[in-house]
């Protein structure tokens, strides 16, 4: 089965870019997420990536995944004080048959 | 458009008793996922239910069950509580599997 690491914690600066990052094993991935769940709160989706995708972007958001390492980016810019939270990647494979599988998420702290 | 909703918010519980707990997905979506996200294991998939069935569950014993009603919402059932079942249970739904929305959650503590 799929499994995917991400690092625990992240400081920024606000105003400054974050770049959140992730591995996973299962290259039969279909689809790649970014959820964001705040304190005391479920997960919003973010943004995700089809597998046969380089980039996306959608507002302050890019997302970059590199195939061949099996490596999965989050890039916020501009980052708010409102952005705290903790970021989860998350992948789905067989095709979403055996839901998705999440990295332990990434605690994004900003900094004024 | 409405999101997932969850009941209740919160549920305390003594071991060995039984929790029910609801989901209603959005509108239009006929899967729902559950998912229990407990503290220092994440987020670990338990049960996913389309259209009316049961169709695949994660690792978990069978205690853990539950149901989907023609309306498409679910309940999860957890039998005979244990302290480790103490966690946040998330409930997500989808029309096609490749985006599940989440909702608020049940914070579900035994004690």
């Known amino acids: 089965g799929e499994d995917v690491e991400q690092s625990l914690f992240l400081s920024v600066r606000e105003g400054d870019s974050s770049v959140i990052n992730c591995t996973y094993t299962?290259?039969?991935?279909?689809?790649l997420y970014w959820y964001k769940q705040e304190p005391g709160a479920g997960l919003q989706l973010l943004t995700y990536i089809f597998s046969n995708m380089d980039m996306k972007q959608d507002q302050r958001l890019t997302v970059l995944l590199n195939k061949k390492d099996k490596h999965l980016s989050l890039r916020i810019a501009d980052t708010q004080t409102g952005d705290s939270a903790i970021y989860f990647c998350?992948?789905?494979?067989?095709?979403?048959?055996?839901?998705?599988?999440f990295g332990k998420g990434t605690h994004l702290i900003i900094q004024p | 458009e409405a999101g997932v909703t969850q009941s209740p918010t919160h549920l305390i519980k003594t071991r060995g008793q039984q929790a029910t707990l609801r989901c209603s997905p959005i509108s239009g979506h006929t899967s729902v996922y559950w998912y229990q996200q407990a503290l220092g294991l994440g987020l670990q998939f338990l049960l996913w239910y389309d259209e009316g069935e049961e169709r695949n569950r994660g690792n978990f014993p069978p205690r853990f069950s539950g149901r989907q009603f023609p309306n498409y919402s679910s309940e999860l059932n957890v039998n005979a509580l244990e302290l480790e079942d103490s966690a946040l249970y998330l409930c997500?739904?989808?029309?096609?599997?490749?985006?599940?929305?989440f909702g608020p959650g049940t914070r579900l503590t035994v004690t």
């Open positions: 997500a739904s989808s029309f096609y599997t490749n985006e599940q929305y």
């Open positions: 998350a992948g789905a494979s067989g095709g979403g048959a055996d839901g998705l599988t």
């Open positions: 299962d290259s039969s991935s279909t689809y």
